[in-house]
């Protein structure tokens, strides 16, 4: 069956991807190459299926819902894949809030979790509003 939708809570999209921390030291970058080197094996982190913020061609996708966090060092890749998809004409309701990958302060959390509520009920349902982009 066809997907009605993507949904994609902060996302890993660019497995090759380094964040400002895993930039700052040899030994920040050799943790980030062992965990890709666990999760990935042999798998090129910029292998298409990996990664598809940098390689994928999304044409053809259906709408989607992009949740990033500001001090993510974990997941890249969100506001790449975004873009992407507005490139080829997907509707995208994007937003990003101010946590780390997967811990926020409870007002936060609240936030997100209302504006999801919002946004599935579009993309699901349908509507003729604009797509939605906060920065929070």
Not at 7 to 18: E, K, Q, S
Not at 72 to 100: C, F, N
Not at 110 to 123: G, I
Request: proline share 8%; no cysteine.
């Amino acid at each position: 069956p066809r997907l009605a939708a993507q949904i994609l809570v902060v996302p890993a999209l660019d497995l090759g991807g380094l964040g400002p921390f895993h930039r700052s030291s040899d030994d920040a970058r050799r943790a980030r190459a062992r965990q890709m080197q666990a999760y990935l094996g042999d798998t090129d982190p910029r292998h298409p299926l990996a990664s598809p913020a940098i390689s994928a061609n999304p044409e053809g996708l259906p709408s989607a819902v992009i949740v990033t966090a500001q001090f993510d060092e974990v997941a890249l890749g969100g506001a790449e894949w975004a873009a992407k998809l507005r490139q080829a004409g997907i509707e995208v309701r994007e937003h990003s809030y101010p946590m780390t990958h997967t811990i926020a302060e409870p007002a936060t959390s609240a936030r997100m979790a209302e504006d999801l509520a919002a946004d599935l009920a579009v993309v699901l349902v349908g509507s003729t509003s604009s797509p939605a982009v906060t920065i929070a």
